[in-house]
Nanobody
Framework: QVQLVESGGGLVQAGGSLRLSCAASGTIASRSTMGWYRQAPGRQRELVATITSGDNTNYADSVKGRFTISRAKNTVYLQMNSLKPEDTAVYYC?????????WGQGTQVTVSS
């Protein structure tokens, strides 16, 4: 069983920065694709960024140039710069290993204007 524990969310003013972390338990994390997704009120959950075990990254167009995903051992990070009010959402960490996937509990990010 894999557990994902997220941290780093909070309240920030527009233009500010936050860094999210997601620590994965178990031994498969380093061989997995990990990513960040977000869900704003009344909206569907959407992809923010992913990183493969080989460090290939993928970003949503809305965050390109502002967010950076990275990983170290069993932890994945999301550095968020130049935050906008529309980035406000619950951010979820996801681990994908073959046909198995796991979600974290989510962390709230609120960007005030």
């Amino acid at each position: 069983q894999v557990q994902l524990v997220e941290s780093g969310g909070g309240l920030v003013q527009a233009g500010g920065s936050l860094r999210l972390s997601c620590a994965a338990s178990g031994t498969i994390a380093s061989r997995s694709t990990m990513g960040w997704y977000r869900q704003a009120p009344g909206r569907q959950r959407e992809l923010v960024a992913t990183i493969t075990s080989g460090d290939n990254t993928n970003y949503a167009d809305s965050v390109k140039g502002r967010f950076t995903i990275s990983r170290a051992k069993n932890t994945v990070y999301l550095q968020m710069n130049s935050l906008k009010p529309e980035d406000t959402a619950v951010y979820y960490c996801k681990l994908l290993f073959g046909v198995f996937y796991y979600w974290g509990q989510g962390t709230q990010v609120t960007v005030s204007s």
